[in-house]
């Protein structure tokens, strides 16, 4: 991005796209002014119209920004690993870390996917390519782990949806108290082994049966 007048300042811009990651997670998007974010990098605000010259495409920088780091991350672990399983593991591992002190981001990630806080003339195509990016990654490792046989013939698309899920649910919820590699353990444990014992799982498959006769 080209700025009119003096040069960019350099690390800015990383600045202003921190604070506005801050901010934009602690308060609905409505409420947001670009005042709040400015006064949280230390600037002014016609220096931050220089970098942004709408609360929308800063919200959208932030957002995208953070897309892209977590992408970015997610492809170099997977391209390292030796099987699919260990590059599932280094997802979840990532993903968590990635959110472990971001968890305003995370719930600005949420919000964005909810479709709750951005003014109608967003290009929502532009965010659904960022995030299509992101899921394909771990779209075809799921599908990796199927042909290697250690994952069930499942719907790969689904599984990795319920991958998010889980790890949404582990970001949002997770208690003070809760260690990461319990975390990261907990979620690889229930995604590939799920939560039933063999007892249970005969049980679920006697009702199966009879649903079926």
């Not at 970098?51 to 953070?66: E, I, M, N, R, W």
């Not at 195509?125 to 075809?140: G, S, Y």
Request: with cysteine; aromatic share 8%; charged share 30%.
């Amino acid at each position: 991005m080209s700025l009119r007048g003096r040069p960019p300042t350099p690390g800015l811009r990383d600045a202003i796209l921190a604070a506005g990651e801050r901010v934009f997670g602690r308060r609905d998007y409505s409420q947001v002014q670009m005042d709040d974010v400015a006064a949280a990098c230390g600037v002014g605000k016609g220096t931050l119209y220089r970098y942004f010259p709408s609360k929308q495409a800063l919200y959208l920088a932030v957002t995208f920004d953070g897309i892209e780091k977590l992408r970015d991350e997610l492809a170099a672990v997977v391209a390292e690993a030796p099987s699919a399983t260990r590059a599932l593991e280094q997802i979840v591992r990532r993903t968590l870390a990635f959110f472990w002190d971001r968890r305003g981001f995370f719930a600005l990630i949420h919000r964005q996917e909810l479709g709750d806080v951005l003014e109608p003339d967003v290009d929502v195509r532009r965010w659904f390519a960022q995030r299509a990016a992101l899921t394909r990654i771990v779209e075809d490792t799921v599908r990796r782990a199927i042909a290697a046989g250690d994952l069930r013939p499942i719907d790969p698309r689904l599984a990795t949806e319920m991958l998010f899920g889980m790890l949404r649910a582990a970001n949002r919820y997770r208690a003070r108290t809760d260690a990461f590699d319990t975390l990261v353990h907990t979620v690889m444990e229930t995604f590939l082994r799920g939560v039933a014992t063999p007892a249970g799982q005969r049980r679920l498959a006697a009702v199966q049966q009879r649903r079926r006769a």
